[in-house]
């Protein structure tokens, strides 16, 4: 019997390679994501600890606050000179590199004076003691390192990509106006390949500091004597260094810089294998339709089986046997696929800009564990429902000749209705009252799609009638006889037709649940910005978030034709506990370019309160902290430095995309407690020319000017970028759909070999043999579409409906949809080519005697 | 090849056995409900004896295959009762069933039913396999010489003939040594020269190893060569003929047909 299940996958090679595909993408889209987030993984482990190669310990300032664009606290070189008397102590240098942060940006000017950018990759601007050489994490690959203050090093990316050779100058930008360097050397960071978008530029110390605004170092590494522990060492250092620093082991704060990369990295995996995850699902879908259809065509042999004597046992045993044999073959097909995905991925990741650090690939066990077992499994269980009713084909069919045919399933329905209704159920609970955004929500809502999508599923083969009868429509009308009867082909066997357009409508509903999610959110964005900037002109960095030098945005309000100028400097603090955004604005111009929505009594008048320790609290922000008028408190600025602040006035800005943080003091007090203050964004007013404020910004590469609507077109275009993102993930599981449609028409075809041979014998050309099996493809597309479009819309309508407190409003994007609506009619037709030829094709006389 | 080889051998042949090899009484076969019910069968009785072959004729729609699929246990009859080599087999349960027909029947059909992906000899050697019983080499030789089919084991039944095809399937029936064997329109999907090849293979069955043999056919030729014949019009038998020629199978068939 074993034999028998294994020798007939071999004997239906071509259905088994075409069952096999759907779960070897699936299997693939698993595998690669966990190769993918492996091997970025171990190229930042390798970035950290080639970083602390020859360090015991670690002093550095302490890191108060997260995201902040002037970085933790610095350690001052008197500090270093005490640890280098410490008796314990064999060597100590002092650096400049900030690996999780952004205070020691250094951007790169490409020849035409551009930064050299990539989507928002950290451009690390180094200081390195090279007479320290056993602490510096870079390898010279050429020239030699940085010795005087008009020298840099830089990375082999951006010498390659650029074409930068040593003895080229290169513009540097950073805290200020672009500077320029001499390319003495090429440098890499330990043994990573590629940091992923992430280019760096090697100063000395002193012309990083000048160049960085950074007084002292960012962090000193220590060696230890020999026979001295790490943690003795640490101890002992402990007793030396200021509140504001921190001692950690070399290993602590290598899992510790790890750790924050870690959490980086586990999301990206839990994103791509959710994609992998309906992938396998659409697959199942079609490996159960395909093995529903084979079992069904197969009547005649498994009752053989049971006449010479097999039991029913046996014979869910052989076709169970046959799934496992092809849920492990297409396991391992898609293994070794998913090792050549994980590199499209990464240039996926980066074409979209966000760029990812690469080293030599990570093949785990675990990969190699998890992508076999879920494939196989998945098959399997995909295949009990078809073993199980192999098991009901009554021997008498052995003699009788035809095709069990399975009826319409009542439980099957009633499994639908059922799962539909449990699905709005957990919907309900995932978007009513406050719970959106817990966990509880979030597995509510993912439950309640499963079983919204599973239950549409169930309950199609008894739409699929009434669904053929309209999205037939031009088939009949337009497709003439062989439309006329490729529609009623289409409904002649309704669960089959709903199970494979089901295949097809999940990947449809995500989509269109995508599309109006993005829709929501990007117009909602759209018009909150809106609605806060009212100056014509805006001025950010090339990437629209991080800051720009403060002096940029001098050189803008000087630039002819600017009536008014005001620039809003951008930072985060903590107060108490709680960090929060803090803006400092310029009380004088602020008013007339942005607008603040008054809550509590403030008005206009309130910004003359802005100096000194005034400050304007967000208003939800001040009921959450009880923060009321005339409170006085501390704000802590990155570096630990506190400023006593009060409450002079409420102000509230959209819930979405808000410019204005938690807490807006005056420019002044803001410049006095922040140690690196850099603009946010600056607002213009007047009629000055691009081309006139490009000028006036020339000498900060960095920095862009936008009219009004370009500003809010580029703050939303990673909208854009995340949904094609999700578009292109998305698409696998509509691929898969593909394959099962392919798959069913092959079989149903075969199933109507002699069918399609009586009718080319009353006349009907190859021709409309094609277009005849072509038309049910596309109705049974369309019955898809028909099915998950709506059931996506509905699904974003949940979805936008629950973020409406966050100022998310439920749009629809018509020519999405209609987009994906082509999208199926074009996948249809694709589905149809190779089986429409096979149909087209058969021998009449052959198939007439086809039994 | 030896008949000392057949469990039948201990028995003598044929009517000097003391009860039926299949004794079937009372046979009622309803399809359908209420107004839309066709009785196939309207009270067959009957026994067949062992080490014969058996034929049953009739025209379409008379019923004989309902009886062979009643009688082989595929199907449950409405009324009435079977025994089979001794046992009650209506109303057996779905495991005592599978044993059944692992060792008391073999099967040949009309449209052979070898599987494709399996050669001759895996197609001929299946039942044992099922059985999980292990195959007594000498046995599949000798079963495969007596159909002809000696230089063709390796060959899958796509390159097969149709009488070839047949006696694979011949040889399958045989290969457990079954109390009986029905065959079901066995040369009905064959040219003549191969009808008479599988004829007279189920022929020598009867006669060298003293096998039993029921068949449904509606070719006098075939019934010809059988021991019995029993014609079957509108659910009842009508004639039951020993041994006869061509001619008169025919000749019984039109006036059965006739009436």
């Known amino acids: 019997m074993t034999r028998v299940a294994l020798k007939g996958l071999l004997g239906r090679k071509v259905r088994a390679v075409l069952t096999a595909l759907a779960i070897v993408l699936g299997v693939a889209m698993v595998s690669g994501s966990f190769v993918l987030t492996d091997t970025i993984s171990k190229a930042f482990t390798s970035i950290f600890s080639s970083a602390y190669d020859h360090t015991d310990a670690v002093v550095s300032g302490k890191k108060l606050v997260d995201y902040s664009s002037s970085g933790n606290a610095t350690v001052s070189p008197a500090l270093l000179q005490e640890i280098r008397r410490q008796p314990d102590v064999a060597a100590a240098a002092g650096a400049i590199a900030d690996l999780n942060g952004d205070s020691t940006r250094a951007k790169l000017i490409d020849k035409h004076g551009k930064g050299i950018d990539h989507g928002g990759a950290p451009t690390f601007g180094f200081g390195v003691d090279t007479s320290q050489p056993r602490f510096n994490p870079l390898k010279l690959e050429s020239g030699h390192w940085a010795a005087g203050p008009d020298e ?254 399975k009826v319409r399933s009542r439980k099957a329905t009633i499994a639908g209705v059922a799962l539909l209704a449990l699905g709005a159920l957990c919907l309900g609970y995932a978007v009513t009252g406050d719970r959106l955004g817990s966990g509880s929500s979030l597995l509510a809502l993912a439950v309640g799609a499963l079983a919204l999508i599973s239950g549409a599923a169930g309950v199609a083969s008894r739409l699929v009638t009434a669904l053929a009868v309209v999205l037939g429509w031009p088939s009949r009308r337009f497709g003439g006889s062989a439309g006329a009867l490729a529609s009623e082909n289409a409904v002649r066997n309704p669960s089959r037709t709903a199970s494979t357009a089901a295949a097809l409508m999940i990947g449809l509903a995500l989509v269109s649940f995508v599309a109006v999610l993005g829709k929501g959110v990007h117009d909602s964005m759209n018009s909150a910005i809106r609605s806060q900037v009212v100056s014509p002109w805006v001025v950010t960095s090339q990437n629209g978030w991080s800051g720009f030098p403060v002096a940029a945005g001098v050189a803008a309000a000087h630039a002819p034709g600017v009536t008014e100028a005001s620039s809003i400097r951008a930072d985060r603090g903590i107060i108490g506990k709680v960090q929060v955004n803090v803006d400092g604005v310029d009380p004088k111009t602020i008013g007339g370019l942005y607008h603040f929505d008054w809550k509590d009594g403030s008005s206009e008048s309130t910004l003359q309160e802005l100096n000194g320790d005034g400050a304007l609290i967000k208003q939800s922000f001040a009921k959450k902290n009880h923060i009321v008028l005339g409170d006085r408190f501390i704000l802590l600025s990155p570096s630990g430095d506190p400023v006593s602040l009060r409450a002079v006035g409420f102000y509230q800005p959209p819930r979405i995309a808000e410019l204005l943080g938690g807490v807006v003091i005056g420019q002044d007090t803001f410049d006095a407690t922040f140690p690196r203050a850099q603009n946010g964004y600056t607002l213009l007013a007047g009629s000055p020319t691009k081309a006139g404020l490009a000028n006036a910004l020339a000498a900060f590469p960095d920095t862009k000017a936008q009219t009004q609507s370009q500003f809010v077109k580029s703050q939303t275009s990673f909208m854009s970028s995340l949904l094609n993102l999700l578009y292109v993930l998305l698409a696998l599981s509509v691929v898969i759909s593909l394959v099962g449609m392919i798959n069913t028409l092959v079989l149903t075809v075969y199933e109507r070999t002699r069918e399609i041979g009586m009718l080319r014998v009353v006349g009907m050309s190859r021709r409309q043999v094609r277009r005849m099996v072509r038309h049910e493809s596309v109705v049974t597309a369309l019955i898809g579409a028909g099915i998950g479009l709506p059931l996506g819309v509905l699904l974003g309508a949940a979805v936008t409906h629950a973020l409406s407190r966050f100022g998310v409003s439920f749009a629809v994007s018509v020519p999405s949809l209609i987009t994906f609506s082509v999208v199926a009619v074009g996948a249809g037709i694709l589905a149809a080519i190779a089986p429409a030829r096979r149909a087209s094709k058969l021998n009449v006389l052959s198939a007439l005697q086809y039994e | 090849m030896s008949a000392i080889a057949l469990p039948l051998d201990d028995a003598p042949l044929g009517f000097t056995q003391e009860r039926p090899l299949v004794a079937a009484s009372g046979l009622v076969r309803r399809f359908g409900e209420g107004s839309n019910a066709v009785d196939a069968l309207r009270g067959v009785t009957l026994d067949i004896e062992a080490g014969r072959m058996t034929a049953i004729m009739g025209p379409s729609g008379s019923g004989k295959s309902t009886l062979m699929h009643l009688l082989a246990g595929l199907d449950a009859p409405t009324e009435g009762s079977i025994v089979l080599d001794g046992v009650e087999i209506t109303g057996l349960s779905e495991k005592r069933l599978t044993e059944l027909r692992r060792d008391t029947i073999g099967f040949i059909f009309q449209f052979f039913n070898l599987l494709p992906m399996l050669t001759a000899e895996e197609n001929v050697t299946l039942p044992l396999s099922i059985a999980g019983r292990k195959i007594d080499a000498g046995w599949l030789d000798a079963l495969l010489d007596e159909v002809g089919l000696d230089d063709r084991r390796d060959h899958r039944p796509s390159e097969l003939s149709g009488g070839q095809q047949q006696r694979v399937a011949v040889a399958r029936a045989l290969v457990t040594k079954p109390k009986v064997i029905f065959a079901d329109e066995p040369t009905g999907n064959l040219d003549s020269t191969s009808s008479k090849d599988v004829l007279s293979l189920m022929r020598r069955a009867v006669d060298e190893w003293g096998q039993t043999i029921v068949m449904v056919t509606h070719d006098a030729g075939a019934a010809a060569l059988a021991d019995r014949i029993l014609f079957i019009a509108d659910g009842r038998i009508v004639r039951d003929l020993e041994e006869s020629t061509a001619a008169e199978v025919l000749a019984a068939m039109q006036e059965v047909s006739s009436r």
């Open chain 1, 152 to 405: 840099v090093v830089i990375d082999p990316d951006t010498a390659k990509n650029e074409h930068f050779a040593i003895g080229d100058s290169i513009g540097v930008a950073a805290d200020g106006p672009v500077r320029h360097y001499r390319i003495v050397g090429i440098a890499k960071y330990g043994d990573v390949e590629s940091l992923g978008g992430a280019t760096f530029a090697v100063f000395t110390i002193p012309a990083a500091q000048q160049l960085l605004h950074i007084k002292g170092y960012t962090a000193i590494s220590v060696a230890a004597t020999s026979g001295v522990s790490q943690s003795s060492l640490v101890s002992r250092l402990r007793t030396i260094v200021p509140g504001t620093a921190q001692v950690r082991s070399a290993d602590e704060q290598a899992a510790q810089d790890k750790k924050s990369v870690g959490s980086f990295v586990s999301f990206i995996r839990g994103f791509l294998l959710g994609f992998g995850g309906i992938a396998l699902f659409v697959g199942a879908f079609v490996i159960f339709n395909t093995l529903s259809i084979t079992v069904a065509q197969r009547t005649r042999e498994l009752a053989t089986l049971r006449t010479l004597g097999a039991s029913r046992r046996q014979v869910l045993r052989s076709v169970l046997l046959e799934s496992a044999a092809l849920g492990v073959l297409a396991s391992t097909v898609g293994l070794f696929v998913g090792f050549g995905l994980a590199r499209g991925l990464s240039s996926l990741f980066s074409g979209l800009g966000l760029g990812l650090p690469e080293a030599a690939p990570v093949y785990a066990t675990r990969t190699f564990v998890v992508a076999m077992l879920l494939g196989t499994i998945v098959t399997i269980v995909a295949g009990i429902a078809p073993a199980v009713r192999a098991t009901r084909v009554a021997p008498i069919y052995a003699a009788k000749g035809g095709i069990m045919q």
